[in-house]
């Protein structure tokens, strides 16, 4: 298997642009997750999928930031508009019911830049 | 305050060292906890996973749960510079998914 595969690895943008990121998840895993990481704040979790619902969307940090994952093997997480602070590493990851508690498996993330 | 409190670092020591790896969280309710480990430029990857209190080993890392001081470990013995990475640790209360709180993490390097 191939992993989680995200899609672009580095993208740089102006403030105000629109921003999305893609996600491929391990084929059969139930659940996805969307994090962001910066040196401050570390790993946060933005929003989670079960079975394709969005189950808690309670990390996005404002109405800017939306998510949505259209059948099980592809999601997107949407920037619009775009600020500097938005500037992270963006992960996201996946698993399955039963194979372990808390065993993720992480994709190699999208490095964002908004200037 | 935050839920899990990690020490940045960054931690240097000399190869063949014991690394040890601390994590304090504030919510009692907290069942399962792993270690991440995060090479540079990579996602995290898991490491160790322990439910409960006890100690868990494999090979050179030994993870230890203390849930009457909310205190977590992870040690590494004979360190090598491939240990040179970020560890996150990780908590999970029972049933809510996989959701997972993670610490800021600990950067380690492993001197020759």
């Known amino acids: 298997d191939a992993g989680v595969i995200q899609s672009p690895r580095h993208e740089v943008t102006e403030m105000g642009q629109e921003v999305t990121l893609r996600c491929k998840p391990i084929s059969g895993h139930d659940y996805l997750f969307w994090y962001r990481q910066t040196m401050m704040r570390g790993l946060e979790l933005l929003i989670y999928f079960n079975n394709n619902v969005p189950i808690d969307d309670s990390g996005m940090p404002e109405d800017r930031f939306s998510a949505k994952m259209p059948n099980a093997s592809f999601s997107t997480l949407k920037i619009q508009p775009s600020e500097p602070r938005d500037s992270a590493v963006y992960f996201c990851a996946s698993s399955l019911t039963g194979q372990g508690a808390g065993k993720l498996f992480f994709g190699s993330g999208t490095q964002l830049s908004v200037l | 305050q935050k839920e899990v409190e990690q020490d940045p670092g960054p931690l240097s020591v000399p190869e063949g060292a014991i690394v040890s790896l601390n994590c304090t969280y504030s919510n009692s309710a907290f069942q399962y906890f792993m270690w991440y480990r995060q090479y540079s430029r990579k996602g995290p990857e898991l490491l160790m996973y322990?439910?409960?209190?006890g100690n868990k080993e494999d090979g050179r890392f030994t993870a230890q749960v203390d849930k009457s001081s909310k205190y977590i470990s992870l040690f590494i013995r004979d360190s090598q510079p491939s240990d040179s990475a970020t560890y996150l640790c990780?908590?999970?209360?029972?049933?809510?998914?996989?959701?997972?709180?993670f610490g800021t993490g600990t950067q380690l390097k492993v001197e020759l």
């Open positions: 322990t439910y409960s209190s």
């Open positions: 990780a908590m999970k209360l029972t049933g809510g998914g996989n959701k997972l709180t």
